[in-house]
């Protein structure tokens, strides 16, 4: 995506060479900026959420490229108008919806979003290793000329001729051929989501989620008060995306090891003590299936394993390459 969208700002490259993007945001998406910064002889800066929209107006951002809702803290940006603010200086706006699609209302039109992608595997439920999804706005689709022209993406990928022709519309974004046997799971994990329409469609998952978020929350302050946890994540649900986000000073990775053990799967996410950036503990909540038994049982295990001092075990303790 961002390769597509530096071919449609190139003709003004002279003037725009700076990509904005949230200090925080997804390492993956820094470093395919890194990279597109190098190709086109631009610069990568990183600033925090409250900088961003001011930044724009400099008149030199080609690109903004944010992830709709933060990985690390659950902060969910309002995508409509910070695409308005990069619109209205002269750049184009990258989202990332791997933590949106399928747990938030996302409406790219409205939004008037210029690029979007994300991933399968999360709130889409297409498991590990699920393809990923890209979306281009109509005005751009035909302006872009894939950058890894595999033959997928031809207007006539079966006549097998020697040079590339772009297909139409979105087809061109494509590229190799297409994992089956994922895509295959993908599409039933896609089919649970639209299943839920009769019900409310992503109206009703929204609901759901902010409330099992804020009950989780409040959990988390009455029954484990007293340990070191600070809440990350919003507490405002217009803010917040479909995950609790807790920060401790000691023990972050040891105590979601705990947690795994006892069949409460979280995930860690590393701090910076230089940048004071806090370890983070991460509860994702997919609330198609998430029950509210299920948050409960959550924070009573958090508790248990934070009064007995459980997490200080050598066991979970040692690190292993995936947190």
Same mark, same amino acid.
Request: proline letters at 5%.
């Given at each position: 995506?961002?390769?597509?969208?530096?071919?449609?700002?190139r003709?003004?490259?002279?003037?725009?060479?700076?990509?904005?993007?949230?200090?925080?945001?997804?390492?993956?998406?820094?470093?395919?900026?890194?990279?597109?910064?190098?190709?086109?002889?631009w610069?990568?800066?990183?600033? #925090?959420? #409250?900088?961003?929209?001011?930044?724009?107006?400099?008149?030199?951002?080609?690109?903004?490229?944010?992830?709709?809702?933060?990985?690390? $803290?659950?902060?969910?940006?309002?995508?409509?108008?910070?695409?308005?603010?990069?619109?209205?200086?002269?750049?184009?706006?990258?989202?990332?919806?791997?933590?949106?699609?399928?747990?938030?209302?996302?409406?790219?039109?409205?939004?008037?979003?210029?690029?979007?992608?994300?991933?399968?595997?999360?709130?889409?439920?297409?498991?590990?290793?699920?393809?990923?999804?890209?979306?281009?706005?109509?005005?751009?689709?035909?302006?872009?000329?894939?950058?890894? $022209?595999?033959?997928?993406?031809h207007?006539?990928?079966?006549?097998?001729?020697?040079?590339?022709?772009?297909?139409?519309?979105?087809?061109?974004?494509?590229?190799?051929?297409?994992?089956?046997?994922?895509?295959?799971?993908?599409?039933?994990?896609i089919d649970?989501?639209?299943?839920?329409?009769?019900?409310g469609?992503?109206?009703?998952?929204?609901?759901?989620?902010?409330?099992?978020?804020?009950?989780?929350? #409040?959990?988390?302050?009455?029954?484990?008060?007293?340990?070191?946890?600070?809440?990350?994540?919003?507490?405002?649900?217009?803010?917040?995306? $479909?995950?609790?986000?807790? !920060?401790?000073?000691e023990?972050?990775? !040891?105590?979601?090891?705990?947690?795994?053990?006892?069949?409460?799967?979280?995930?860690?996410?590393?701090?910076?003590?230089?940048?004071?950036?806090?370890?983070?503990?991460?509860?994702?909540?997919?609330?198609?299936?998430t029950?509210?038994?299920?948050?409960?049982?959550?924070v009573?295990?958090?508790?248990?394993?934070? #009064?007995?001092?459980?997490?200080?075990?050598?066991?979970?303790?040692?690190?292993? !390459?995936?947190?």
């Amino acid at each position: 995506m961002l390769s597509a969208a530096a071919q449609i700002v190139r003709g003004d490259a002279s003037a725009r060479g700076v990509i904005v993007s949230e200090r925080s945001n997804f390492p993956t998406d820094l470093y395919i900026a890194e990279s597109v910064c190098r190709q086109h002889g631009w610069r990568l800066e990183l600033l #925090d959420h #409250d900088a961003l929209a001011a930044r724009l107006g400099r008149g030199d951002v080609a690109l903004l490229m944010l992830t709709h809702v933060n990985y690390r $803290s659950g902060r969910m940006h309002d995508m409509a108008a910070l695409t308005r603010a990069a619109h209205d200086a002269g750049a184009l706006a990258v989202w990332d919806l791997a933590h949106s699609a399928g747990a938030v209302a996302v409406d790219l039109h409205a939004a008037q979003a210029d690029f979007a992608i994300g991933c399968g595997y999360k709130y889409l439920n297409g498991g590990p290793g699920a393809p990923a999804f890209v979306w281009a706005h109509p005005r751009h689709a035909e302006r872009f000329w894939q950058p890894l $022209s595999g033959w997928m993406g031809h207007a006539a990928p079966f006549a097998f001729v020697p040079d590339y022709r772009p297909a139409p519309g979105i087809a061109r974004y494509l590229c190799g051929t297409p994992p089956v046997l994922s895509l295959a799971a993908l599409e039933c994990g896609i089919d649970s989501v639209l299943a839920a329409a009769p019900l409310g469609g992503m109206a009703a998952l929204r609901a759901k989620s902010i409330s099992l978020t804020e009950r989780f929350i #409040d959990l988390v302050d009455a029954r484990c008060a007293g340990h070191g946890l600070e809440l990350v994540t919003p507490r405002a649900a217009a803010e917040r995306g $479909s995950q609790v986000c807790l !920060a401790r000073a000691e023990g972050g990775y !040891a105590i979601v090891q705990a947690l795994i053990a006892r069949g409460v799967v979280g995930d860690y996410r590393e701090g910076d003590t230089a940048q004071a950036v806090p370890d983070i503990l991460r509860f994702g909540v997919t609330p198609l299936y998430t029950r509210f038994v299920d948050v409960w049982d959550a924070v009573e295990q958090l508790r248990l394993v934070l #009064d007995g001092g459980e997490w200080r075990e050598a066991r979970f303790n040692q690190r292993a !390459a995936v947190t």
